[in-house]
């Protein structure tokens, strides 16, 4: 994180919220706490960490940028040796 009073500090939780309360929160209502906790796991576990399209990862998904970089490290020594 950023030093004291660093105006960007909070900037990628924020972001985070903000898209998960336009895109989820402010849809629907829910009947109680746990169908809004289980609409939010299944939002932050399936959504958000596996199709979300990530900018920090050149667009891929989590699951995606893992799987074309799990190789990549034994891709580098067969190329030293």
Known sequence: MGST???YDNAMVESFWARM???L???KRWKTH???ANTIFEYL???HNR???HSS???HTPIEYETIHHNQPN???SQVG
């Open 5 to 7: 009073g660093d105006c």
């Open 51 to 53: 199709q979300r399209r």
């Open 57 to 59: 990862i050149r667009m």
């Open 45 to 47: 576990d399936i959504f």
């Open 34 to 36: 746990v169908d809004l």
């Open 25 to 27: 929160l402010n849809r």
């Open 21 to 23: 309360q336009v895109g």
């Open 75 to 77: 891709a580098l020594l």
